[in-house]
């Protein structure tokens, strides 16, 4: 039996940035064995099924490599933006029936797609030295006043402020640290990230590993930037207004250029209300696959 996956760049309008997601269409005949071995193949960090929902509008499920997990801000962006430029959808607002729960997807005029995350949750800090050793940096190069924490809108994360964005070169991670750390939290894996930017233009610049889910780093998450936000208005580090579009870069390590559009709405005790994370995809190819 051989499937059809449509690869696509998420979080980026040229094929050379942005992080790859696979996408299977109409994917409620294959068992849960046979998507996990079609996002072994397809290799990506994400590869989407899309599925009838009884409770939403789709069912869609995420793959890694290795795992399934609850959600994936990436692969749903790449979806909706190949539903849109197939006119399999329009302009609207559509529910997802996900793991991690029902969710909202908006497509608006301008092309650019928004996924609604799950409200924050926020977890226990974590060892700083124990991060600075796995990431092999000095302990003096994280922010000395944020706290490296864990935080989820979908997927639990440890957020680790660094001082400067000069210190996310000099990054050499420890995979296999990063993994036994990331199990041991339960965690899916790190998203580093520095305020300050080189050009001023983003809210932030990024890396992300998550090892124990075979990714060594991914050049977009979204999920991750959607708790990024939250940290940030936590701990009083959004400065602008609270209903503007904040961008985020990541990927530019990996000479894969990505720019994450992110935006929370606050309710009248200053509480967050809804987090979304969005931007846009490039088609790149349509792939066989082969089941036996």
Same mark, same amino acid.
């Given at each position: ?18 992080? $790859? ?10 068992? #849960?064995? *046979? ?14 099924? =899309? &599925? ?6 789709? @069912? ?9 997990? #609850? ?5 749903? /962006?790449?979806?909706?933006?190949? &539903? ?12 997802? #029936? ?8 908006? =497509? ?12 924050? *949750?926020?977890?226990?800090? /974590? ?20 706290? /490296? ?17 000069? /210190?996310?070169? !000099? ?25 300050? !930017? ?9 890396? @992300? ?31 602008? $207004?609270?209903?503007?579009?904040? &961008? ?31 931007? =846009?995809?490039?088609?790149?190819? @349509? ?6």
């Amino acid at each position: 039996m051989d499937i059809e996956v449509i690869t696509l760049h998420a979080f980026s309008d040229i094929a050379e940035g942005g992080n $790859p997601a696979g996408v299977v269409l109409q994917a409620e005949h294959l068992s #849960d064995s *046979q998507m996990q071995e079609i996002a072994r193949q397809v290799g990506f960090s994400e590869t989407a099924f =899309v &599925m009838p929902s009884n409770s939403a509008d789709y @069912n869609i499920r995420y793959f890694t490599p290795n795992h399934e997990v #609850d959600l994936c801000g990436h692969a749903t /962006v790449a979806l909706f933006c190949l &539903m849109k430029a197939e006119q399999m959808i329009d302009v609207g607002r559509y529910t997802l #029936d996900t793991l991690a729960g029902i969710l909202e997807v908006t =497509v608006e005029e301008g092309g650019d797609v928004y996924l609604s995350q799950t409200l924050p *949750q926020f977890g226990e800090l /974590v060892n700083r030295q124990d991060i600075a050793d796995s990431l092999r940096i000095p302990l003096q190069d994280l922010h000395p006043e944020l706290p /490296v924490q864990i935080v989820s809108t979908g997927l639990r994360d440890i957020l680790i402020p660094v001082r400067h964005p000069d /210190v996310l070169t !000099t990054i050499n991670p420890d995979l296999r640290q990063i993994s036994d750390i990331s199990k041991a939290h339960q965690v899916v894996g790190y998203h580093v990230f520095a305020l300050e !930017t080189h050009d001023n233009a983003a809210l932030a610049e990024c890396r @992300n590993f998550a090892p124990l889910y075979n990714i060594p780093e991914e050049s977009a998450t979204g999920t991750s930037n959607g708790a990024l936000l939250c940290y940030l208005h936590k701990y009083q580090q959004l400065r602008a $207004p609270h209903d503007q579009t904040y &961008m985020i870069k990541q990927g530019y390590t990996m000479n894969r250029p990505s720019r994450i559009l992110g935006r929370i709405t606050l309710g009248s005790s200053n509480e967050i209300t809804q987090v979304q994370i969005g931007g =846009v995809a490039v088609h790149i190819e @349509n792939i066989q696959i082969h089941l036996p």
